[in-house]
Structures are given as C-alpha cells and as structure tokens.
C-alpha cells in the first residue's frame, strides 16, 4: 500500500496521525479515559482495543462507517471495562478521528492500540520516537551567572 501512495501522501498522513497523537495526548477527556482505567489490569482495554479496531476497519471497508458508534457503543456495554457512560461519550467525542486514524495510518491492530493505551512493548514509530544525538567533541561553553538587564537612566 505504501509503494503506491506519493511521498507528500505519504508525509501528510504521518503528520495528520501525529497531530492526532498530540491532541489526543493534550485532551482532558482522553485523560480522564486514561485515568479510570489506571486500576484496571491493562490487558483487558487492550483485548477491547484489538476486538474494536479490526472491526472499524471492516466498517471503513465496506464504507459503513456510520454504523461505528453504534458497533462500538455496543461493546461499551457488553465489556463493560469502564464506566459505561465515559466510554459510550469517548466514542461519541473520538469517533471521527479515530475512522481518519484507522484510515490514513499503516500501522496494525496492535500497533494502533499500542499508540493509543500503551498496549504491548514500543514498537519503532518513526514519526513519533526519533534519537537526538548531540556531538561529543564540541566542550560546553562555560557556565556563567545570569546578569541583570542594563538599565540607562537619563
């Protein structure tokens, strides 16, 4: 799939799911998904991850994605791995963005879900993780106390 898509389609969509990453990691509600299940043994939202994601990717396939929130509403309810009203409303709030997600992204069931609630071990997300790598050989220029500002009285 990647060896058709342009290098720019390519680059836009890893900066469209980067943007998303960043939203979803700066939003108070998503936070408050995150913090109730906290208590709750990790394997069990990420089962409920890979049971959701391979089935909105059905929903995207056959182009039914208006039926996402019910389909996922439902195992709101069946599962039941937190308070039935945070996750019915995540859906309702996260559902666009997570069809975009689904997609635009390359990225496998477990990986998604490893993006989303640190499912499994890291896996190697280029656009997300990079190394810094600051040169050796250059020394630290020398420390010096902070000066106050010059002030001209005139």
Request: aromatic residues 16%; proline residues 10%.
């Given at each position: 799939?990647?060896?058709?898509?342009?290098?720019?389609?390519?680059?836009?969509?890893?900066i469209k799911l980067a943007n998303y990453r960043h939203s979803f990691e700066h939003s108070t509600n998503f936070k408050r998904i995150r913090w109730s299940l906290r208590?709750?043994?990790?394997k069990a939202?990420?089962?409920?991850?890979d049971l959701v994601v391979p089935v909105v990717r059905l929903l995207i396939e056959a182009n039914q994605t208006t039926h996402a929130e019910n389909v996922v509403n439902g195992f709101c309810r069946e599962f039941k791995l937190i308070d039935v009203d945070v996750c019915i409303g995540?859906?309702?709030?996260?559902?666009?963005?997570?069809?975009?997600?689904?997609?635009?992204?390359?990225?496998?069931?477990?990986?998604?879900?490893?993006?989303?609630?640190?499912?499994?071990?890291?896996?190697?997300?280029?656009?997300?993780?990079?190394?810094?790598?600051?040169?050796?050989?250059?020394?630290?220029?020398?420390?010096?106390?902070?000066?106050?500002?010059?002030?001209?009285?005139?």
């Open positions: 799939m990647v060896g058709n898509l342009s290098y720019d389609h390519t680059q836009e969509s890893f208590h709750r043994y990790n939202y990420c089962e409920f991850c995540a859906v309702h709030e996260y559902k666009d963005a997570v069809i975009e997600v689904i997609s635009l992204s390359n990225y496998n069931n477990k990986q998604l879900c490893a993006l989303a609630f640190n499912c499994y071990k890291q896996f190697d997300y280029p656009i997300i993780t990079w190394n810094v790598t600051f040169p050796h050989d250059k020394p630290k220029p020398p420390s010096q106390p902070p000066q106050p500002p010059q002030v001209n009285y005139q």
